[in-house]
């Protein structure tokens, strides 16, 4: 399953895989670190290459791949610590269509903003009325209080009105948002076999448009799909990407092309 029915569980494999690299990559770091170090503890304190010496040629040879060594590690470590950022954020990029908490999460988002677009309204109308302990109360803060009431670098007082204008753009992007999940929510799941022989399924369960393919699509037609956002799914054995009337028009656009 590669939809909402497994999504939590998804996000936990993933977490794992990422933790699990990143542990990984850690410890070949400190290994190949450890190497090269042990390298260079061989050769004596002190010890010069011998310009012109039969030995000068396998030295610098040794030096340059225990260094080798080291910088490699180093750069295993760091690839270590990016797995390891990855793995923390894991689930915390934005609410996804296939989380199925998703409309409900997203509500307490919009209620979030809509209190910061009333609290912003408020402060600004305190603000020119010069209610200077109006506005503490409302913030909560004296200190944010007078800060309001201090001009900005263009002489602005309050919040400015981009604040306002970014924050309601927020507000109406989560409100279609919503609508559009709730539209989804009803959408009925439908199959239709094309006389190319593919099998396209619009699967509500998974959230997923998806193509079966008869057999393997030759590499024009994979080309295609890739171009199209669509992805192989080995699991489902189909060609697939997020459902929606985006993804419907490119499934059909493709099963027409299929036939010219």
Known sequence: MTGRADYYDRQERRRERLEAR????????AAKIESGFER???????????VGHYSEKGDR???RKA???IDKGFALQKQAGEAAARAASVGTAGISSDNPDAIEELQAKLAKLEA?????????????????AGLAVLMGSEAIAAQLMQPDYCGRLGFASYQLTNNGANIRRIKDRIAHLGREATRQP?????NSGVRMVENVEEN???????????????????????????????WQRQLNNGSIYAARNILESLTG
């Open 40 to 50: 260079l503890r061989a050769i004596p304190f002190g010890q010069p290459i011998l």
């Open 208 to 238: 997923r448009v998806q193509l079966f393919f008869p057999g393997k699509p030759d590499e024009a037609t994979r080309a295609m799909l890739k171009g199209r956002g669509f992805r192989w799914s080995p699991m489902e054995g189909a």
């Open 61 to 63: 040879n040794y030096r």
């Open 116 to 132: 910061l677009q009333a609290r912003m309204t408020a402060a600004n109308k305190l603000v020119r009325k010069g209610d200077v």
């Open 67 to 69: 260094g080798g060594s």
């Open 22 to 29: 990143a542990e990984r990559l850690s410890r070949e770091g």
């Open 190 to 194: 439908s199959e239709t076999l094309h």
